[in-house]
C-alpha cells in the first residue's frame, strides 16, 4: 500500500509532563473511577485497584484518555489509541532533557493501547 493510498491516516503524539501535587488525590480519583466502572469483571477490578494503589504513574494513566483529546474533533474517527505513564526525572531548565526522548527511569512503564475498530 503506498502512503497515498494510507494518507487518510495520520500519527498525532502528544507528550505530556504532569507535575504531581498530591498524589493521594490523584489514587483516590482513580479508585473511584474504578468503583464507578459497573461494566468492569472483578478480577480486572480488583488487579486495577491493587495497581492505582501501588504506582501514581498508573493511576494517571487510568484517569487521563488521550483519545478524549479528539473525540469532538469534526472529519475524524479514533482508528487506534495508545499512552504510557512512568514516572521521570524532570529538569526543565537541564539543557540535556528534551521532551519526546526516551528518559531512564527506575519505574516500569505502563502502556495503554486502545484498538477502536
Known amino acids: ?11 498525532l503524539r502528544v507528550d505530556l509532563i504532569l507535575e504531581v501535587q498530591d498524589a493521594d488525590t490523584v489514587t483516590k480519583a482513580a479508585l473511584r473511577r474504578i468503583e464507578d466502572d459497573a461494566d468492569m469483571p472483578d478480577g480486572e477490578r480488583a488487579y486495577t485497584e491493587s495497581a ?9 494513566a487510568y484517569l487521563v484518555d488521550p483519545s478524549a483529546l479528539v473525540n469532538d474533533v469534526p472529519g475524524v474517527e479514533l ?4 499512552w504510557s505513564s512512568e514516572e521521570i526525572d524532570y529538569d526543565a531548565d537541564s539543557p540535556d532533557w528534551v521532551l519526546g526522548e526516551d ?15
Open 103 to 117: 528518559d531512564e527511569t527506575d519505574g516500569e512503564e505502563d502502556d495503554e493501547e486502545v484498538g477502536l475498530r
Open 52 to 60: 492505582v494503589t501501588e504506582d501514581t504513574a498508573e493511576a494517571l
Open 79 to 82: 482508528a487506534q489509541a495508545s
Open 1 to 11: 500500500m503506498s502512503t497515498s493510498e494510507t494518507s487518510r491516516f495520520v500519527r
